[in-house]
């Protein structure tokens, strides 16, 4: 709520999409599926990130210890993979909130194939 103009209900359904997300990526770390959030998820993974003393706990507990990496890819891409995602996420057990991934048109950020957000 300090960086964005959101109210703590639309805080906290932003931030708990950018969990969601994270923990998908790590229950899938090693198969290279090239998962990306929406452009508005992604707010909340970074805010997530940048917590790093949390992010590092939730890496250790989550994903078998290791750090998932921040690499982002550039240029954006329309290849469906942040759709792709978000019909992964309730496959995990995850309740997914398909409004905030809407705007996955034009947005996937992050670089393809690797193990990292």
Known sequence: MRDYPYDSVMAERVLGQGYVY?????????EKLGLAPSKIVDIGVHTIILDTVAFFDLCDRF??????????????KNDGSVMR????IPADGWEV????WAD????????????SH
């Not at 994270?22 to 090693?30: I, K, Q, S, Y």
């Not at 994903?63 to 954006?76: A, I, T, W």
């Not at 995602?85 to 992964?88: D, F, I, Q, R, S």
């Not at 909130?97 to 905030?100: E, I, M, T, V, Y």
């Open 22 to 30: 994270l923990l998908t990526a790590m229950a899938h770390r090693g």
């Open 85 to 88: 995602t978000a019909h992964l």
């Open 63 to 76: 994903n078998g210890g290791q750090y998932l990496h921040h690499v982002p890819k550039v240029d954006f």
């Open 104 to 115: 996955a048109a034009d947005y996937s950020p992050c670089h393809p194939g690797s193990d």
């Open 97 to 100: 909130d398909l409004s905030l």
